[in-house]
C-alpha cells in the first residue's frame, strides 16, 4: 500500500468517525444503506442525555430514557410517556418510525431535545412491541456494541443450547441437595416453553416431581419465564405470597433489577461475572450508553453466536447487598467495569456452587 493511498484512508476514517460523532449518519455511494446508531447523546440547557433507539428500523422502536415524566415521539407536541417495565431498568416509550432520517423528540428530567435518526428501508426482523421487548432492546444493543449485525430473532423466541445446558445442571444441583419437587414458573414465550421441556425431562431422569405454579408446595422454584414473569415471582417470595424455598433463576434473568431484589435467589450463569469477556462487555456498555444496565441477553449478543458454549463453566450466583456504611470504600467492588456499568450496584455476585456438570439430552 503506498504512503498516499494510507493517508488518504486515514483520513476517510477520521471524517466518517467525526460524523458519527455528530448523530449523522454519510450514505457513501456503492455502499448498504446505515441502519442509524442506536445510541444518541445531546446535551440541553448544561443536561446531557444518553438515549438508545432499538432497533432503530422502520416501524416500532423503543425508546430508553430515564427520569419522571420521560417521553419521546415523532412529534414534540405529541409524545408517548416513558414507562417502568417489571425486571428492567429505566423507563421504555414505544414509538413508531418511518423509513430514512426522521426526527425524534425526547423528553428526560424536565428537559426536550429533538434527535435525527436514520432506520433505513427495511425493517427489523425482531418484534419488541411485547413483555420481552427490554430484554430484546439489550440484546440488539449488546450485538451493536460488537459490531455485529442485529439479531434474527429476539432472545426469548428460542432457547439457546447453553441456556438449556445450564438448566440441566440447575435440576441435577437441585437433586444433589435431595430435594424430590420443584415449582416450575414459565410464561407464554417459545423459550420458556422449550425450557419448561428441557427442566421436566432433567427432572424426571432424576427423580424430581416438577409442579405447575401456584401448588401448595414448600419446595424450590425453578424460573423459566422472561424478566416480566421472573419479577412477579420474585415479588411473591419477597412479599411472602409464594412459599419456596429458594428461587433458582434461568441465565437469561442476569439482569440487575432481578438480582437486586431480596429474595434469597440464585441465578444459573454460564459465564464468570467478573471475568475478562464479561469486564470487556462490561466496558464497552458503560462507554456506550452511561448508565445502562448490563444483562445477560447483551453479554450474549456482545459474544456472538461464534463464541464457544460451555468455555466458562455453568455456576450458581447468589446476590449479595453490601452495606456502605460498614463496608466503606469496599462497597464499590463489585462486579462491574470502569465506565460505571454493573451487574448490581452496590453489591457484588458470590458463587454458591463450582462448576455444574449437566447430562446431555
Same mark, same amino acid.
Given at each position: 500500500? #503506498?504512503?498516499?493511498?494510507? #493517508?488518504?484512508?486515514?483520513?476517510?476514517?477520521?471524517?466518517?468517525?467525526?460524523?458519527?460523532? *455528530?448523530?449523522?449518519?454519510?450514505?457513501? &455511494?456503492?455502499?448498504?444503506?446505515?441502519?442509524?446508531?442506536?445510541?444518541?447523546?445531546?446535551?440541553?440547557?448544561?443536561?446531557?442525555?444518553?438515549?438508545?433507539?432499538?432497533?432503530?428500523?422502520?416501524?416500532?422502536?423503543?425508546? *430508553?430514557?430515564? =427520569?419522571?415524566?420521560?417521553?419521546?415521539?415523532?412529534?414534540?407536541?405529541?409524545?408517548?410517556?416513558?414507562?417502568?417495565?417489571?425486571?428492567?431498568? =429505566?423507563?421504555?416509550?414505544?414509538?413508531?418510525?418511518?423509513?430514512?432520517?426522521?426526527?425524534?423528540?425526547?423528553?428526560?428530567?424536565?428537559?426536550?431535545?429533538?434527535?435525527?435518526?436514520?432506520?433505513?428501508?427495511? &425493517?427489523?426482523?425482531?418484534?419488541? $412491541?411485547?413483555?420481552?421487548?427490554?430484554?430484546?432492546?439489550?440484546?440488539?444493543?449488546?450485538?451493536?456494541?460488537?459490531? #455485529?449485525?442485529?439479531?434474527?430473532?429476539?432472545?426469548?423466541? +428460542?432457547?439457546?443450547?447453553?441456556?438449556?445446558?445450564?438448566?440441566?445442571?440447575?435440576?441435577?444441583?437441585?437433586?444433589? $441437595?435431595?430435594?424430590?419437587?420443584?415449582? *416450575?414458573?414459565?410464561?407464554?414465550?417459545?423459550?420458556?416453553?422449550?425450557?419448561?421441556?428441557?427442566? $421436566?425431562?432433567?427432572?424426571?431422569?432424576?427423580?424430581?416431581?416438577?409442579?405447575?405454579?401456584?401448588? &401448595?408446595?414448600?419446595?424450590?422454584?425453578?424460573?423459566?419465564?422472561?424478566?416480566? !414473569?421472573?419479577?412477579?415471582?420474585?415479588?411473591?417470595?419477597?412479599?411472602?405470597?409464594?412459599?419456596?424455598?429458594?428461587?433458582?433463576?434461568? &441465565?437469561?434473568?442476569?439482569?440487575?433489577?432481578?438480582?437486586?431484589?431480596?429474595?434469597? +435467589? *440464585?441465578?444459573?450463569?454460564?459465564?464468570?461475572?467478573?471475568?475478562?469477556?464479561?469486564?470487556?462487555?462490561?466496558?464497552?456498555?458503560?462507554?456506550?450508553?452511561?448508565?445502562?444496565?448490563?444483562?445477560?441477553?447483551?453479554?450474549? !449478543?456482545?459474544?456472538? #453466536?461464534?463464541?464457544?458454549?460451555?468455555?466458562?463453566?455453568?455456576?450458581?450466583?447468589?446476590?449479595?447487598?453490601?452495606?456502605? $456504611?460498614?463496608?466503606?470504600?469496599?462497597?464499590?467492588?463489585?462486579?462491574?467495569?470502569?465506565? =460505571?456499568?454493573?451487574?448490581?450496584?452496590?453489591?457484588?455476585?458470590?458463587?454458591?456452587?463450582?462448576?455444574?456438570?449437566?447430562?446431555? =439430552?
Amino acid at each position: 500500500m #503506498t504512503r498516499w493511498r494510507s #493517508t488518504a484512508i486515514e483520513i476517510a476514517m477520521s471524517a466518517l468517525l467525526f460524523v458519527a460523532a *455528530l448523530g449523522v449518519v454519510a450514505v457513501v &455511494p456503492g455502499t448498504p444503506e446505515p441502519t442509524g446508531d442506536l445510541v444518541h447523546r445531546v446535551t440541553v440547557d448544561g443536561h446531557a442525555m444518553s438515549v438508545l433507539v432499538a432497533p432503530e428500523r422502520p416501524g416500532w422502536n423503543l425508546v *430508553l430514557l430515564s =427520569g419522571a415524566g420521560a417521553a419521546a415521539g415523532t412529534r414534540r407536541d405529541h409524545m408517548s410517556p416513558a414507562n417502568s417495565r417489571p425486571g428492567a431498568e =429505566g423507563a421504555w416509550a414505544l414509538v413508531k418510525l418511518p423509513e430514512g432520517s426522521s426526527r425524534l423528540w425526547v423528553r428526560q428530567d424536565g428537559h426536550t431535545a429533538m434527535l435525527t435518526v436514520d432506520t433505513g428501508r427495511e &425493517p427489523a426482523a425482531v418484534d419488541l $412491541r411485547g413483555p420481552d421487548g427490554p430484554e430484546c432492546a439489550s440484546a440488539v444493543l449488546g450485538a451493536h456494541l460488537a459490531g #455485529t449485525a442485529t439479531p434474527a430473532a429476539c432472545p426469548a423466541d +428460542q432457547l439457546s443450547p447453553v441456556d438449556g445446558a445450564a438448566l440441566r445442571a440447575t435440576v441435577g444441583f437441585v437433586a444433589a $441437595r435431595k430435594d424430590r419437587a420443584i415449582t *416450575l414458573v414459565t410464561d407464554a414465550s417459545p423459550r420458556s416453553a422449550a425450557a419448561a421441556e428441557v427442566v $421436566r425431562a432433567a427432572a424426571a431422569r432424576e427423580g424430581v416431581t416438577v409442579l405447575p405454579e401456584g401448588a &401448595p408446595a414448600k419446595g424450590p422454584a425453578v424460573v423459566v419465564a422472561g424478566w416480566e !414473569a421472573a419479577a412477579a415471582a420474585l415479588d411473591g417470595v419477597l412479599t411472602g405470597g409464594a412459599r419456596a424455598e429458594a428461587t433458582y433463576l434461568a &441465565p437469561w434473568l442476569f439482569s440487575p433489577p432481578l438480582l437486586a431484589v431480596p429474595a434469597g +435467589q *440464585l441465578v444459573a450463569a454460564p459465564f464468570a461475572p467478573d471475568g475478562e469477556r464479561a469486564r470487556h462487555y462490561l466496558g464497552s456498555l458503560g462507554a456506550a450508553l452511561p448508565g445502562a444496565a448490563p444483562t445477560g441477553a447483551g453479554f450474549a !449478543a456482545w459474544l456472538g #453466536t461464534g463464541h464457544e458454549a460451555g468455555a466458562e463453566s455453568t455456576r450458581l450466583y447468589a446476590p449479595v447487598s453490601l452495606n456502605p $456504611r460498614l463496608l466503606g470504600g469496599m462497597a464499590h467492588h463489585d462486579h462491574g467495569g470502569a465506565s =460505571g456499568a454493573h451487574w448490581l450496584a452496590g453489591g457484588r455476585l458470590t458463587a454458591v456452587s463450582g462448576p455444574l456438570a449437566a447430562r446431555a =439430552g
